[in-house]
């Protein structure tokens, strides 16, 4: 479809493969299948979860949220649940809103969801971008219990004066689509790749050693990293500007591509089911995505 080669992804991406649903698969659809997963994994009902974030940028439907879609998939009676745009991010401020309701005892258990079907929402005439995203969900129950474990800490940042380096220019109001629309590129993602890499190694880095300061822990103690599956320098250079060992980083994206909110839980998941994390592990979670928006959530296993 494009000028490209497998040289060309691999080098530049660290990208081998990725996952595409099908036509009739939905975000609403994978997120489900990750959600049963993490029940199981938990050990509880549905009827437990009283709080649902769904992180996406690809919602089933403009109105209602996703969230809704998928309380009434799963028979979710006792939820209040919606959306959070936040990109890349999306699973990491989902976390971040989650942690402090549950602390406060507003909320007991939370399902937290990260998901995206980024194929109906990538030109595959870009060359910059086609290349890059592929679709998945992630999810992950978080609720009040014992013990040490738990989140210690969570930032959250973003900056909108940069959000032309990666967005989607139509499709909103400000410009909704016209009768006469030609579908040119412009209601996909659009991304200055070069710009992008070098705010996110910056504050990537930076969210990284905020929620390491605020819970006093040093780059050291970390055990394991599960950063955004975006670019492979990008990861690499984030480990090297945190000065942690390249084998306590996960990385997954030669498998999936870009999932954008589905990454960091995606590979937590994996990470987890492949016993890389032990309990008591300090684990690094850190993400940046469209907005710009950038965050981190630093928690013990």
């Keep these: 479809m494009v000028d490209t080669s497998d040289e060309w992804i691999v080098t530049r991406t660290g990208i081998r493969e990725r996952h595409i649903a099908s036509n009739g698969c939905h975000s609403s659809d994978m997120a489900v299948a990750a959600s049963k997963q993490a029940l199981e994994m938990a050990g509880c009902s549905g009827d437990e979860i009283d709080l649902l974030i769904v992180g996406t940028v690809t919602p089933d439907y403009r109105l209602p949220s996703t969230a809704c879609v998928i309380q009434e998939k799963m028979h979710l009676p ?27 005892g507003r909320y007991s258990k939370a399902l937290v969801i990260g998901v995206e079907k980024l194929s109906s929402f990538t030109n595959y005439a870009d060359r910059n971008t086609c ?44 410009n909704p689509y016209s009768p006469d629309f030609s579908f040119d590129g412009r209601d996909k993602i659009l991304m200055n790749g070069s710009d992008v890499f070098k705010v996110a190694v910056k504050e990537m880095g930076r969210a990284a050693q905020n929620v390491l300061d605020e819970a ?65 592990d300090n684990v690094l979670m850190v993400a940046f995505g469209g907005g710009l928006i950038w965050g981190a959530a630093l928690v013990r296993w």
């Design 78 to 104: 006792n939820a209040v649940g919606f959306d959070i745009v936040a990109a890349c991010t999306g699973f990491i401020n989902g976390l971040s809103i989650a942690a402090p309701l549950i602390e406060v």
């Design 131 to 174: 290349v890059l995203f592929g679709d998945a969900a992630g999810a992950a129950v978080v609720s009040r219990e014992e013990g040490e474990g738990g989140v210690l800490s969570t930032f959250m940042k973003s900056d909108g004066n940069m959000r032309e380096l990666l967005w989607a220019e139509v499709g909103g109001t400000v």
């Design 216 to 280: 006093g822990l040093k780059p050291s103690d970390i055990a394991m990293i599960i950063p955004h599956q975006a670019n492979i320098r990008i990861i690499d250079a984030l480990a090297k500007r945190l000065k942690v060992d390249p084998e306590k980083v996960y990385i997954n994206i030669d498998k999936y591509g870009n999932t954008s909110a589905a990454s960091v839980p995606l590979a937590l998941d994996q990470a987890n089911r492949a016993g890389k994390i032990k309990p008591g």
